[in-house]
């Protein structure tokens, strides 16, 4: 089936620093996808709607100017967390879904699990 | 997207059968119930989705009721790899642009 691989899968970082994700379709073309974060014992929240050659669409209360969203390919969507701070620390996912029909299921990476010290 | 309940937490002993139930009570004509688990530190993982029919594949079986205001899904034989928070999901059938709404899930843990 259709695979999202999402990288790096564990990063730690100082507080001040930016950390890129990226997340990418490895056999289909994904005009659109999606970013979660998930904190502990919590379900994933949406953050934000990745979509290939254009701006991405942020949810309330998510910060675009901080969670840089690029999608520059039908493969390839990437999450930069710029000037981290510990509170950023949480569990990134990302999720593409094939467009070949309409009732497909989603498939999602493996998440990035973010430590902000 | 249609609101879901699930109960946040079951135990199953190893070896038999599963059954997570979920209530949709709202749910429209169009909408499907899908089904995903997420095993710690991982991303979700699809299972099984459905309309109206009852649903099988490798994994799972999908039960929807007739007036599908409820579904319930079994994993026939658990193992203990099979622990993990099991989300029901409904959304209509709009194209790829739709995300997944994720509710509190259910917590599964298979006991030896």
């Known amino acids: 089936g259709a695979v999202v691989s999402q990288h790096p899968s564990r990063v730690i970082c100082k507080s001040g620093t930016s950390v890129k994700i990226e997340c990418r379709s490895l056999?289909?073309?994904?005009?659109?996808m999606f970013w979660y974060r998930q904190f502990p014992k919590k379900s994933l929240m949406l953050m934000a709607t990745?979509?290939?050659?254009?701006?991405?669409?942020?949810e309330q209360g998510v910060e675009k100017d901080k969670f840089l969203i690029n999608h520059a390919s039908l493969t390839l969507s990437t999450l930069t967390v710029t000037s981290a701070h510990p509170e950023d620390s949480s569990f990134y996912i990302c999720?593409?879904?094939?467009?070949?029909?309409?009732?497909?299921?989603?498939?999602f990476g493996q998440g990035t699990r973010l430590t902000v010290v | 997207d249609a609101k879901t309940t699930q109960p946040p937490s079951m135990d199953c002993a190893e070896g038999r059968a599963a059954n997570l139930p979920c209530n949709h009570s709202?749910?429209?004509?169009?909408?499907?119930v899908y089904w995903y688990r997420q095993i710690h530190s991982q991303g979700p993982q699809y299972i099984i989705h459905?309309?109206?029919n009852n649903e099988t594949n490798e994994m799972a079986s999908l039960i929807i009721t007739e007036d599908r205001k409820s579904s319930t899904l079994i994993l026939p034989h658990a193992t203990l790899r099979d622990t993990a928070v099991y989300y029901c999901i409904v959304r209509p059938p709009s194209g790829s642009a739709r995300q997944l709404t994720f509710g509190s899930g259910t917590q599964l843990t298979v006991l030896p």
């Open positions: 056999d289909f073309q994904a005009t659109t």
């Open positions: 999720s593409a879904r094939s467009p070949i029909s309409e009732n497909t299921e989603a498939f």
């Open positions: 990745s979509n290939e050659g254009s701006k991405a669409t942020y």
């Open positions: 459905g309309l109206k």
């Open positions: 709202t749910i429209s004509g169009n909408e499907y």
